[in-house]
């Protein structure tokens, strides 16, 4: 019998999307709401649509390169092939939203509210995700420079095959962060791991950066 995992697991519901009309990228406006469309194909780079509120809509090959979502709502949201090297989207929220197969280089998405969103097959240079509250989210198969989770509450996290290169968790609170599918390169704020799931072989390449932190000699 295997062995139950200690940690929970994040939660998701099927994202449905069907029936959906073809959207008109030029009708989308900042604080207006839609629901039930398709986008493929379209650019939104350098458009202000804060406020926004989305539901029941799918983006497919979108290029949004200085975008902002600032304050927007996504809801049932996917997004494939997403292309942005800035994308500002703070303060938003997030809830049963897919990334799948994009390219983000500066990812701004400080205080967000993120419930039921999953990455799969993205590039990220800079995930900022400080001060976010986040429940039930995970990554898999994502490249990932650095991912700053700076006083950020996390709740069911999960990485599968994932690379970070550099993790910051300083001032973080964390439950059922599972970090064992994570190739971790560097980690600050190490004495904010507790509530976080390692597997023996990342506690091992972190005893240097606890002794560090607690001021412990290593002598041989």
């Not at 099927?14 to 469309?37: F, K, R, V, W």
């Not at 650095?146 to 999960?158: F, H, I, W």
Request: proline share 2%; charged share 25%; glycine share 6%.
């Amino acid at each position: 019998m295997a062995k139950k995992s200690l940690t929970a697991a994040p939660r998701f519901d099927q994202l449905a999307l069907t029936n959906l009309s073809i959207g008109d990228p030029d009708a989308l406006q900042a604080h207006e709401s839609y629901s039930g469309e398709r986008f493929e194909g379209v650019d939104l780079s350098e458009r202000d649509l804060s406020g926004i509120s989305l539901s029941e809509t799918e983006f497919v090959d979108l290029e949004a390169n200085e975008v902002v979502f600032r304050s927007a709502d996504f809801v049932d949201t996917r997004f494939e092939k997403l292309n942005a090297p800035i994308f500002s989207a703070p303060r938003t929220s997030l809830r049963d939203v897919s990334f799948e197969g994009s390219r983000l280089g500066s990812a701004e998405f400080y205080e967000t509210r993120w419930s039921s969103v999953r990455f799969s097959h993205c590039r990220i240079g800079y995930l900022n995700l400080r001060g976010a509250h986040l429940e039930d989210v995970l990554f898999t198969d994502c490249l990932i420079d650095e991912l700053d989770l700076g006083a950020a509450t996390a709740n069911r996290v999960s990485f599968v095959n994932t690379q970070i290169n550099n993790l910051d968790l300083t001032r973080s609170t964390l439950t059922n962060f599972d970090l064992r599918g994570v190739e971790l390169r560097q980690l600050g704020g190490v004495e904010h791991l507790k509530g976080a799931t390692l597997n023996s072989y990342q506690l091992a390449e972190l005893v240097p950066l606890f002794a560090r932190n607690l001021g412990i000699v290593i002598d041989d």
